[in-house]
């Protein structure tokens, strides 16, 4: 069986802009208002929210970065869990794609580097738990992505075998973890997110979800133990 592993954030979801409002309010709570917009800093917020205190900080020109990064995270956690799903919408295609993959058997899990918890809460409220038999986020075991533990537990999780799965991701993290795995990596490439997917050279790159399993299929006959077609 076919075990399909997905990122979350940029990857079946953007969530960039809950994450950019998360963060300017730990700004406000400094004392500055508007530090991130929208129209500049999606692709910053797809980072995470260190990526994003970092950028602001850095705007700021805060002599303390690395301090105050760290005082601050966890209050952009728990704005972030307040104002969790506002304005977070699955990428178009992203459910009907999870949706076939079952549909023809395969397995269909998350690896995530945000903190479990609020990957299961996000997820239960755009009504998609039951979609994904397995979650691993950033806190499930003592290392995150791009070291590659996460992405086995979470095939542990699906029963799955490495070389019969392949990781869907969005960014250089998710490449690095794929190559430590020695998995085929799929890259999105989603707005807004601002990397370079064709300098990573991935597998394969897709624009839209219609593209991902007619994708995995063809990655499938170069690196994983599958039938070819007659």
């Known amino acids: 069986m076919i075990s ?14 809950d994450m950019l409002k998360a963060a300017n309010l730990c700004f406000e709570e400094m004392g500055y208002s508007d530090v991130l917009s929208e129209a500049m800093h999606r692709g910053t917020a797809l980072h995470g929210g260190r990526a994003m205190l970092t950028k602001g900080l850095t705007l700021l020109k805060e002599p303390n ?22 304005k977070t919408v699955f990428y178009d295609g992203a459910i009907t794609c999870v949706e076939k993959m079952a549909g023809q058997g395969w397995n269909v899990g998350i ?22 038999k397995a979650l691993v986020g ?53 707005p807004p997110n601002d990397t370079d997917m064709s300098s990573l050279k991935p597998d394969a790159i897709i624009g ?23």
């Open 65 to 86: 970065l690395a301090n105050v990064v760290s005082e601050y995270y966890p209050k952009f956690l728990k704005y972030y869990r307040e104002n969790l799903y506002e």
């Open 208 to 230: 839209h979800f219609d593209e991902l399993v007619p994708t995995i299929e063809t990655v499938s006959y170069t690196h994983l133990t599958l039938p070819t077609k007659a």
């Open 111 to 132: 690896c995530t580097n945000k903190p479990e918890d609020l990957a299961e809460s996000l997820l239960s409220k755009m009504s998609a738990q039951n979609y994904f």
């Open 138 to 190: 950033a806190d499930t075991l003592s290392v995150r992505k791009p070291d590659p533990a996460p992405f086995f537990e979470t095939l542990r999780r699906l029963n799955g075998k490495p070389n019969r799965s392949c990781l869907v991701g969005d960014s250089i993290t998710d490449y690095k973890t794929a190559k430590a795995a020695d998995v085929p990596i799929i890259l999105v490439d989603f």
């Open 4 to 17: 399909i592993v997905f990122d979350l954030d940029g990857t079946l979801a953007d969530t960039s802009r």
